[in-house]
């Protein structure tokens, strides 16, 4: 299918089935990063119970712009994704938005507020992955633009 334009056509390439996968995939574990958001946002008494006292002290000492800077990176990841499925172009600029917003929160929590020495060397892991996975979507992303997957 040509996609015409007023100076040029673009032919748009047919994606392989393994792209859509990839993408079915990202947005799985991005709506999961939703679901992480959802419960921070709406943790309970009894749930700050079950913390640590220093645990509670970052989960208090969060400032709220960090916190819309959260959800800016999860709403974002699950529109980036869904757009990579529908084989939209603009995917790419949501995602990587979306990693901005991650590297931005990653870097305060474990850089600004230490959270690694209250939450342990451990706790390093999914941060890491999630940042890993979001330059991958950017990555992903940019390659189906080249590849002219995506309109």
Known sequence: MAVTGSYHSIEVAKAPLWFYFVALISLLWNIMGLLAFV???????????QMSPDQIKLYESTPAWLDFVFGFAVVSGVIGC???????AFSYKVLLAS??????????VFG????????????????????LWGMFLVWFSRLAVTKHWLT
Do not use: F, H, N, W
């Open 39 to 49: 419960i921070q946002m709406t943790m309970t008494p009894e749930a700050m119970a």
């Open 112 to 131: 600004i507020q230490q959270a690694a020495a209250v939450l342990g060397r451990d706790a390093l892991m999914m941060p890491s992955v999630v940042i």
């Open 82 to 88: 869904l757009l990579l499925l529908v084989k939209k």
């Open 99 to 108: 990693l901005v917003a991650v590297l931005v929160q990653m870097g305060y």
